[in-house]
């Protein structure tokens, strides 16, 4: 009996985790720091080729990959639905 308690806890404590992980995964927090990386990372790169305006040209690739992060869920509802 005690071996079954143990496995039921090690089960119930790996569903929080999963569903940590899903929380972080889907959460406004993780997807502004992506944000916020991605930009930092375009400017760097505009910065070391030389590009005109970085700090203003970043904008539109930071957008472009917020966006489609953010249409995913969408067209995976669409997948999920015709593909199950």
Do not use: C, H
Not at 49 to 55: H, I, N, Q, S, V
Not at 63 to 70: A, K, R
């Amino acid at each position: 009996m005690k071996d079954l308690d143990s496995r039921v806890q090690t089960i119930e404590q790996r569903n929080k985790k999963v569903e940590l992980d899903k929380a972080w995964e889907t959460s406004l927090t993780r997807k502004l720091i992506i944000a916020v990386l991605t930009y930092f990372v375009v400017v760097l790169f505009f910065l070391t080729a030389g590009l005109p305006k970085p700090f203003i040209n970043s904008i539109v690739p930071t957008l472009g990959f917020v966006l489609s992060t953010l249409s995913l869920p969408f067209f995976k509802r669409f997948w999920s639905r015709y593909n199950l």
